[in-house]
């Protein structure tokens, strides 16, 4: 599928979708559209998402900074501003044909991951500094609905590019590596 300029894949997960976003490029640097409502208006795009997107964030995370994994109960559109990751995806939704899945991919500027509402979303960062940007559909809020698991679960078989140590908080949360461990058994 194209949309005006932009290549959607689709994944081993359903529902999420990769794009490659359009750019110009000429001598003073690169223009990359990041979002635009048009796009959103295409039928299998427009049916998974709520609305205009409600809360925008960006995170700045060192080389081997692990964020994740989160599915909260919110669509989201992921994407690198600078630097780059290994982002890594887990279909946490229990009533989905791809429970269990887990997928990943190379981020970089022009990559974007749509993230349907309990997915699993995390990932590493393989720059000295790597600029991640979350927009939502909902606004997030304390005690909202959603799950994690540990980014290190094992039966994830998740191959993180950067050794990790577990005991380095600049890697690795407490709270992330204090997260559920995933388990084949729950697959």
């Not at 229990?94 to 899945?101: N, R, V």
């Not at 609905?145 to 050794?163: C, K, R």
Request: net charge negative; charged share 25%; proline share 6%.
């Amino acid at each position: 599928m194209d949309i005006e300029g932009v290549a959607v894949e689709t994944t081993a997960i359903e529902g999420l979708l990769v794009f490659r976003l359009k750019q110009v490029e000429d001598p003073r640097g690169t223009v990359r559209e990041f979002y635009r409502a048009s796009q959103w208006q295409h039928d299998e795009l427009a049916s998974r998402v709520d609305g205009p997107w409600a809360q925008v964030n960006i995170t700045e995370s060192r080389r081997g900074a692990i964020r994740g994994l989160h599915g909260e109960a919110m669509n989201k559109l992921v994407g690198i501003v600078s630097g780059s990751a290994l982002g890594a995806y887990l279909d946490a939704r229990e009533d989905s044909p791809t429970y269990g899945t887990v997928h990943t991919v190379a981020l970089e500027k022009g990559t974007q991951v749509f993230v349907p509402k309990g997915v699993c979303n995390g990932f590493q960062s393989l720059s000295d500094e790597t600029q991640y940007l979350y927009c939502f559909d909902t606004e997030w809020r304390p005690g909202m609905p959603g799950t994690a698991f540990n980014p290190l679960s094992p039966d994830l078989g998740i191959e993180w590019p950067v050794p990790v140590d577990v005991e380095d908080p600049a890697q690795v949360s407490v709270k992330d590596r204090s997260a559920t461990v995933w388990t084949a058994a729950k697959a």
